[in-house]
């Protein structure tokens, strides 16, 4: 629909239409989150009316299924330049040398079609080419910052379910003479999961209506719902099963088998989970997010703070610092944000005032933090993942204090004003911890310990277990005999 010519959209667009499976396939082997090493080609045949694809793709989602897939492959590099872009092409899985490998089984999902694709010396025709040479990536980008928005309503969804289940069982389910929901540690969790639903359902309504207006860039709010909502329905599906005890972690069918109510909670666990992996994972939305913030700064002032710029270039980022922050820093301390701005939010108008000083407090502290690091900020993942973990939870305050002010003008939805008031007391507890920890932190000690503990150093520690390295003796011993099934159980190997 985007990208497509307009021969493009009337040739496929029909067959989708009428219930044709697509499919997207970027990831290979070595290509995960990181595309640097993308091997899978496609080159102009001799006479030049075809491209001519070749490689293997992972994890198709789709792909066993699909009718069109949408290929990312590299193209020969244009004159003068040894780099080769990547580019995007429209495959059927019809044409000769389209084949699917293997059908991937996960952890949960259990409904999705996946598969490994192999193309050998597939023929696209030369007009299937998708946007232009070498724009993939991009492509690839725009793709998932739509995808965002997805998610985090698959991910609301999720949270209303657990609350469904949980309402049920924590009323219903008496243990030591009273119902295990007015139990204080139980409650602790039904009030949280209860503030973060509403919260996820509002940050959903809030990036759908920007997007849906057109007005806004939504690229950072997008990552952040998906980054934000993802890692809360993680949270709120795991207080679910451990509300649930032992049936929480029984499946659906075995508990169906002897006449228990059979909520799929542990399936709920194992579906969030891929959530926090894939469409960007939580780590790189974290560096995509960071980077949006720091990258201004690093363009106005990175020189400065560069050990290796030349004294030229420190000299004009002087010029330029000194021009753009007298009046940016200074700004990021004034601002009217005490009684009576945001009255008309009634209780909540003191969040909204947090969030305006909180708002600026993070600005100042990521100018800092870039001053302090210099261009090597961009290696501190742990402070820039503080610095988006306040920006997300101001972000998803400002979005459950507009929709409480809209719930609370109807008469059915009673309560918003609660919810949006604990979620606001809870994220500003994590606001308010998050700044100190920013440069006061044990960062550079675990990061010191990761890296003895890659360099064998603590092997010791792993003395008496049942060693992976025999899972993967097993594997290839599988892979000899031409079977994946797993073999007997292994004896506990010493491992040192
Ligand atoms: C069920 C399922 C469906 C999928 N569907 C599709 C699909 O339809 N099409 C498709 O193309 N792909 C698909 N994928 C692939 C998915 O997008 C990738 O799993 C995802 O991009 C992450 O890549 P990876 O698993 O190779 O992890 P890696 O990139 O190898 O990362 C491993 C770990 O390292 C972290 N990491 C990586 N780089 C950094 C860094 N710079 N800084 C800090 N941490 C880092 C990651 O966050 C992760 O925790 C699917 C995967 C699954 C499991």
Same mark, same amino acid.
Request: proline share 3%.
């Given at each position: 629909?985007?990208?497509?010519?307009?021969?493009?959209?009337?040739?496929?667009?029909?067959?989708?239409?009428?219930?044709?499976?697509?499919?997207?396939?970027?990831?290979?082997?070595?290509?995960?989150? $990181?595309?640097?090493?993308?091997?899978?080609?496609?080159?102009?045949?001799? $006479? !030049?009316?075809?491209?001519?694809?070749?490689?293997?793709?992972?994890?198709?989602?789709?792909?066993?299924?699909?009718?069109?897939?949408?290929?990312?492959?590299?193209?020969?590099?244009?004159?003068?330049?040894?780099?080769?872009?990547?580019?995007?092409?429209?495959?059927?899985?019809?044409?000769?040398?389209?084949?699917?490998?293997?059908?991937?089984?996960?952890?949960?999902?259990?409904?999705?079609?996946?598969?490994?694709?192999? +193309?050998?010396?597939?023929?696209?025709?030369?007009?299937?080419?998708?946007? %232009?040479?070498?724009?993939?990536?991009?492509?690839?980008?725009?793709?998932?910052? =739509?995808?965002?928005?997805?998610?985090?309503?698959?991910?609301?969804?999720?949270?209303?379910?657990?609350?469904?289940?949980?309402?049920?069982?924590?009323?219903?389910?008496?243990?030591?003479?009273?119902?295990?929901?007015?139990?204080?540690?139980?409650?602790?969790?039904?009030?949280?999961?209860?503030?973060?639903?509403?919260?996820?359902?509002?940050?959903?309504?809030?990036?759908?209506?920007?997007?849906?207006?057109?007005?806004? $860039?939504?690229?950072?709010?997008?990552?952040?719902?998906?980054?934000?909502?993802?890692?809360?329905?993680?949270?709120?599906?795991?207080?679910?099963?451990?509300?649930?005890?032992?049936?929480?972690?029984?499946?659906?069918?075995?508990?169906?088998?002897?006449?228990?109510?059979?909520?799929?909670?542990?399936?709920?666990?194992?579906?969030?989970?891929?959530?926090?992996?894939?469409?960007?994972?939580?780590?790189?939305?974290?560096?995509?997010?960071?980077?949006?913030?720091?990258?201004?700064?690093?363009?106005?002032?990175?020189?400065?703070?560069?050990?290796?710029?030349?004294?030229?270039?420190?000299?004009?980022?002087?010029?330029?610092?000194?021009?753009?922050?007298?009046?940016?820093?200074?700004?990021?301390?004034?601002?009217?944000?005490?009684?009576?701005?945001?009255?008309? *939010?009634?209780?909540?108008?003191?969040?909204?005032?947090?969030?305006?000083?909180?708002?600026?407090?993070?600005?100042?502290?990521?100018?800092?933090?870039?001053?302090?690091?210099?261009?090597?900020?961009?290696?501190?993942?742990?402070?820039?993942?503080?610095?988006?973990?306040?920006?997300?939870?101001?972000?998803?305050? =400002?979005?459950?204090?507009?929709?409480?002010?809209?719930?609370?003008?109807?008469?059915?939805?009673? !309560?918003? %004003?609660?919810?949006? %008031?604990? *979620?606001?007391?809870?994220?500003?507890?994590?606001? =308010?911890?998050?700044?100190?920890?920013? +440069?006061?932190?044990?960062?550079?000690?675990?990061?010191?310990?990761?890296?003895?503990?890659?360099?064998?150093?603590?092997?010791?520690?792993?003395?008496?277990?049942?060693?992976?390295?025999?899972?993967?003796?097993?594997?290839?011993?599988?892979?000899?005999?031409?079977?994946?099934?797993?073999?007997?159980?292994?004896?506990?190997?010493?491992?040192?």
């Amino acid at each position: 629909m985007k990208f497509g010519t307009e021969e493009q959209k009337e040739r496929y667009l029909p067959r989708l239409a009428k219930g044709a499976l697509s499919a997207f396939a970027l990831t290979e082997h070595d290509v995960g989150s $990181d595309p640097a090493n993308m091997s899978t080609t496609a080159k102009l045949s001799d $006479d !030049g009316l075809h491209w001519i694809l070749n490689g293997e793709k992972l994890w198709t989602t789709n792909g066993p299924r699909a009718e069109l897939i949408v290929v990312m492959a590299r193209t020969p590099a244009p004159e003068g330049s040894n780099r080769k872009p990547i580019s995007a092409f429209i495959v059927e899985t019809e044409w000769a040398g389209v084949e699917v490998t293997h059908e991937c089984s996960f952890m949960g999902l259990k409904g999705l079609s996946n598969g490994i694709l192999r +193309f050998t010396n597939v023929k696209i025709p030369r007009e299937n080419l998708l946007w %232009d040479e070498g724009k993939g990536l991009k492509l690839a980008l725009i793709t998932l910052n =739509t995808g965002r928005l997805a998610m985090p309503a698959f991910c609301a969804a999720g949270a209303k379910g657990a609350l469904e289940m949980c309402r049920d069982w924590a009323n219903s389910r008496v243990q030591w003479g009273r119902s295990i929901g007015k139990h204080d540690a139980i409650a602790q969790m039904l009030g949280k999961m209860t503030a973060n639903a509403f919260a996820m359902d509002s940050l959903v309504d809030l990036t759908a209506r920007m997007s849906d207006s057109g007005n806004f $860039d939504i690229r950072l709010e997008a990552a952040i719902a998906k980054l934000w909502t993802s890692e809360t329905g993680w949270d709120t599906a795991n207080d679910a099963l451990q509300i649930r005890g032992g049936r929480g972690y029984e499946n659906h069918g075995s508990l169906l088998a002897r006449g228990d109510i059979p909520y799929p909670v542990e399936r709920h666990l194992r579906d969030a989970r891929i959530n926090m992996i894939f469409e960007g994972s939580s780590e790189i939305m974290r560096l995509f997010i960071a980077r949006e913030a720091v990258d201004s700064h690093l363009a106005i002032a990175g020189d400065l703070v560069n050990p290796k710029a030349s004294l030229g270039a420190k000299l004009r980022a002087l010029v330029r610092a000194g021009f753009h922050y007298v009046w940016w820093y200074p700004t990021r301390f004034l601002g009217w944000s005490v009684w009576p701005r945001y009255m008309k *939010f009634g209780g909540l108008g003191s969040h909204l005032r947090f969030v305006e000083r909180a708002s600026r407090r993070l600005a100042r502290a990521t100018f800092h933090a870039m001053v302090r690091f210099g261009p090597k900020l961009e290696k501190r993942q742990a402070v820039l993942g503080r610095i988006v973990d306040i920006g997300s939870d101001l972000l998803v305050m =400002t979005a459950v204090i507009i929709r409480a002010r809209e719930l609370g003008e109807t008469t059915e939805k009673k !309560g918003a %004003d609660a919810l949006a %008031d604990l *979620f606001c007391r809870m994220a500003r507890r994590r606001i =308010t911890a998050r700044f100190p920890a920013l +440069f006061n932190n044990d960062d550079s000690t675990t990061y010191g310990v990761a890296r003895r503990f890659l360099d064998d150093d603590f092997l010791w520690l792993e003395e008496g277990i049942v060693s992976a390295e025999a899972y993967r003796h097993q594997a290839e011993a599988a892979i000899l005999a031409g079977s994946t099934l797993e073999t007997e159980p292994l004896e506990p190997v010493r491992t040192t």
